[in-house]
């Protein structure tokens, strides 16, 4: 059932936006189901928006009226903890993030910190524009994290929004993908293959060649040992969601070798300007299936239940 709330108010750095579109992301799932500790009530979830400017407040300069700007996860950070002061915001010690500490997209308006919101490529409709203000931002702070393109085999764990979107990055820059699926998965394994993933297969087989990096985007912990084991002697695995179910027990053995496990966390703003102006260079593709607002329930289910080739995304 859909709720009434006021119409937000432009004060501060705030714009309002009326949303065009937004991403629905397996974090709102978490969020939802209160996998991630409540932090307020009545909240709307969604952090993949785009919006159109509507109403600015007086010291939110960086957008004009009617412009398309995009607006993540990151709401604001405290910009004087010990993390902000040495250009590491993605750990601020008091931060807000957008559909977490703030309202979110799934609503027709919502108001956000200009200072964390970006400018869009024209190129890409509303629909198209929404995943990459997580999924992209995100796959693309666990790619860098990972080693970026020096990684010549990358395996990618879970191939939903995120990993679709890096996929292409990684192809792009010569690096080979292998994609994990969840078992039997022909068409995601299908979908890995057509964006130019060199192998797919399922999540607890042994890919044909040692890697050199994994991201896992699935949130399942018994991925990490798995992954521990297909990466060669030396290599990165990093853990790309804000939540994983339990990680099993595990030998030492697979983590001897100087591997090294990462996690990531949030993003920065210099993550989302990197990411943007790759975007521009690289024609990338996002692969949607749109569900209109008041069918937000069924988005979250078809992402829940995962037969979607891509990311599911509300319009209005």
């Known amino acids: ?47 993949e928006v785009v919006g159109q400017v509507i109403a600015r407040g007086p010291q939110a300069k960086r957008f004009a009226i009617g412009q398309r700007i995009g607006i993540p996860w990151l709401g604001r950070t405290c910009g004087h903890c010990e993390f902000c002061t040495v250009d590491r915001e993605n750990l601020c010690d008091h931060p807000a993030f957008t559909g977490y500490d703030r309202d979110g997209g799934f609503a027709e308006y919502t108001a956000a910190d ?4 970006f400018a869009l490529p024209d190129r890409y409709d509303d629909a198209h524009a929404a995943p990459l203000l997580c999924a992209g931002l995100i796959g693309f702070r666990a790619w860098r994290l990972g080693g970026g393109a020096a990684a010549r085999r990358l395996g990618l ?3 939903g929004a995120a990993a679709h979107i890096i996929c292409q990055v990684a192809v792009a820059r010569g ?20 964006l130019g993933a060199a192998w797919a297969g399922p999540s607890d087989e042994t890919p044909p060649a040692p890697l050199d990096a994994a991201l896992i985007f699935a949130p399942v912990g018994a991925l990490v040992p798995a992954a521990l084991a297909a990466v060669r002697k030396g290599g990165l695995v990093v853990c790309a969601g804000i939540h994983m179910s339990a990680i099993p027990a595990f030998d030492y053995r697979l983590l001897w070798g100087e591997r090294v496990l990462k996690s ?3 993003l920065t703003r210099h ?30 289910h078809a992402v829940r239940s995962g037969p979607l080739s891509g990311a599911a995304v509300l319009i209005p």
């Not at 993550?271 to 979250?300: I, K, S, W, Y």
């Open 175 to 194: 690096q080979e993908v292998y994609a994990f699926t969840r078992g039997g998965d022909d068409a995601a394994q299908a979908f890995a293959r057509s």
């Open 264 to 266: 990531v966390a949030n």
């Open 157 to 159: 764990y879970g191939f």
């Open 1 to 47: 059932m859909a709720a009434q709330k006021p119409l937000p108010q432009a004060t501060g750095h705030d714009v309002v936006v009326r949303v065009l579109a937004c991403g629905v992301c397996r974090t709102d799932l978490h969020i939802v189901d209160a996998e991630l500790p409540p932090r307020r009530a009545a909240l709307v979830p969604g952090h």
């Open 114 to 117: 200009d200072r964390f919101c």
């Open 271 to 300: 993550d989302g300007e990197a990411f943007f102006n790759l975007v521009a260079e690289l024609p990338l593709r996002t692969h949607v299936q749109t569900f209109r607002l008041q069918d937000a329930n069924a988005a979250m």
